[in-house]
């Protein structure tokens, strides 16, 4: 697909709007401010895990300090700049000119420029000019915002030096995640916005694995995240029937 129209303008835009809130961990990204430790601990995990047994200086026990990570989809940075922290080198992309901004001043407002910069490009475009540059991709749910998700999973690949780890997330298509993911947090429990997502755009694990697959990938791990409404608490489980996590690794 042409790097051009892997995108949905109304995807974008809905993003967009909503660009002041990223940082209220009280407004319309509240999830994600909970579930990113969850999050930024299952990829450090999976980063060590990769590393393990290869003949680089940056030996597994590191995590994510040192390593030179991109963050695809990257919106007003919660996950990349959590990275950071780590002592990770870390480029957040996304086509989200305003999401973009508030990433940018809040990476300034917490003293992390040196370490976290944004750029407002598509990946596609991004890793033809940054090939094999990364240890470590991320792309946390974007693939089912997109009109062409293999796509994202390739040039993950192509980004990505040899032995290098990405961890990719989404929501599965099944009767439980309309369910949950829509009916439940949308509609019920108000965790997201009406319109969020789209059904049908969900992906399955199968397909998820067949893409990485195809890319050159080799699976290192996939694991399902949980919420309980009455607790209000998320967690990890191995079931994956909703919103889930896929880590794979570019062979040597």
């Not at 957040?92 to 000119?97: H, K, Q, R, S």
Request: hydrophobic share 40%; proline share 4%.
């Amino acid at each position: 697909m042409n790097t051009a129209t892997n995108v949905d303008p109304s995807e974008v835009d809905k993003f967009n709007k909503l660009a002041h809130e990223w940082w209220d961990n009280t407004g319309a990204f509240a999830t994600l401010h909970q579930i990113n430790p969850l999050r930024l601990n299952w990829i450090e995990q999976n980063v060590k895990r990769g590393y393990q047994g290869i003949d680089t200086d940056k030996t597994a026990e590191t995590g994510l300090t040192g390593k030179k990570i991109l963050d695809v989809g990257c919106g007003g940075g919660i996950l990349a700049e959590s990275m950071a922290r780590r002592g990770a080198d870390v480029t957040g992309i996304d086509l989200g000119a305003e999401n973009l901004k508030a990433a940018s001043v809040h990476a300034e407002q917490s003293g992390l420029s040196q370490t976290l910069r944004y750029q407002h490009i598509p990946v596609e475009t991004f890793a033809a000019t940054h090939s094999g540059q990364f240890d470590v991709v991320t792309c946390m749910e974007m693939l089912e915002h997109v009109p062409d998700p293999s796509a994202i999973v390739d040039a993950c690949f192509e980004l990505l030096a040899p032995g290098g780890v990405c961890v990719l997330s989404t929501i599965n298509r099944s009767p439980k995640s309309y369910l949950f993911a829509i009916i439940g947090a949308e509609y019920v429990l108000r965790l997201l916005d009406r319109g969020t997502h789209d059904y049908a755009k969900f992906i399955t694990p199968a397909e998820l694995d067949k893409m990485a697959q195809n890319a050159g990938f080799a699976r290192q791990d996939i694991i399902g995240l949980h919420y309980n409404p009455l607790t209000k608490r998320y967690w990890l489980a191995q079931n994956v029937d909703v919103n889930y996590m896929l880590a794979v690794q570019r062979p040597l």
